[in-house]
């Protein structure tokens, strides 16, 4: 939390001057009552004692005045609430590499399936787009709101060759930007990236691409799939099989996300890919805004005082007792 007029808050060293003046004139008045009558004949004169009740009015106007100076200060805070209109594009790596099995059924394959399970928990007001990239980036879905649709993109998706990873990032980062909200805004938009790795390929560098994408305002969340065991098996003439290394390379995803303000998350199971997707689909389905609270400590220190003069009253027949 922060404040507008921090130095507001000095008034808070009111508080406890007055907790001390209140003792004090609580003292005096025990004192001055036991010059005038025996405190043994005390429970004779009164029905009742009101014990601790006759501090509860006196806290609650304490804390009435503690929130009214807070209040003076204009507190601020980051709040997350939900969000109703966005874009998100999912930027897929269909390359060769994808079809390793060191993820099961294969890379692309365990990517797809939590791909359509993130788009179900997307709220249904979100448009989604799908973006793969192999040797070179395509649409193959362009943004909509019909999860139909988007579930069709993802499962026609097939394999390729290279991994023009920049290329793809400059095709994802610009599809939202064509689209206008009911006001005429841009709603804001953010790249899901779930890839193996390192480009190979393509007209732009990765990092090119995240500075673009950063001066858009389009944070590009990072997923890489995969372990270091990762292999393929690549067919040779005459029937010859070739085994082919093809471990996940963590630094450019890493860069991208840095660079253009998103974040950077690794899978390497299926689960720890659904997790992941899990954690996404609920981030963005919500925004972080900062937020003045001047009202709520009114309004809350308004109650409290209200509280505490009401209790007094049906108390004690007064407003302070």
Not at 1 to 28: D, G, I, N, Y
Not at 279 to 286: D, E, I, P, S, Y
């Amino acid at each position: 939390m922060s404040f507008e007029r921090p130095f507001a808050l000095l008034a808070l060293a009111a508080v406890p001057l007055l907790v001390a003046l209140w003792l004090e004139l609580e003292r005096r008045r025990r004192t001055t009552a036991t010059r005038f009558a025996s405190v043994a004949l005390l429970p004779n004169l009164l029905d009742a004692r009101p014990g601790r009740r006759r501090l509860i009015p006196q806290v609650l106007f304490l804390l009435a005045l503690t929130g009214l100076i807070v209040g003076m200060a204009r507190p601020h805070a980051h709040i997350t609430v939900p969000r109703h209109e966005a874009t998100v594009v999912l930027a897929i790596d269909v390359s060769r590499s994808m079809s390793a099995t060191d993820v099961r059924p294969s890379r692309l394959l365990a990517a797809e399936d939590a791909a359509n399970s993130f788009v179900d928990r997307v709220p249904s007001t979100y448009n989604l787009a799908v973006v793969a990239f192999g040797s070179h980036a395509f649409v193959a879905l362009p943004p909509t709101s019909d999860r139909t649709l988007v579930h069709t993109a993802i499962d026609d998706l097939r394999y390729g060759e290279g991994t023009a990873l920049g290329d793809a990032l400059v095709v994802a980062t610009t599809l939202g930007q064509r689209l206008r909200a009911p006001d005429g805004t841009v709603p804001p938009e953010s790249v899901l990236l779930i890839s193996d790795g390192a480009r190979e390929g393509g007209r732009i560098s990765p990092t090119a691409a995240a500075l673009k994408a950063r001066a858009l305002g389009v944070p590009i969340s990072a997923v890489l799939i995969g372990t270091p065991s990762g292999s393929l098996t690549e067919r040779l003439v005459g029937g010859y099989k070739e085994q082919i290394h093809v471990p996940p390379s963590a630094n450019t995803l890493k860069q991208i996300a840095r660079t253009s303000g998103g974040s950077y998350f690794e899978a390497r199971s299926q689960a720890q890919l659904a997790t992941v997707y899990r954690h996404l689909a609920t981030r963005l389905g919500h925004r972080v805004e900062n937020r003045e609270l001047t009202d709520a400590f009114g309004g809350g220190a308004l109650a409290l005082l209200l509280a505490g003069c009401g209790l007094s009253l049906f108390w004690f027949r007064r407003i302070l007792p």
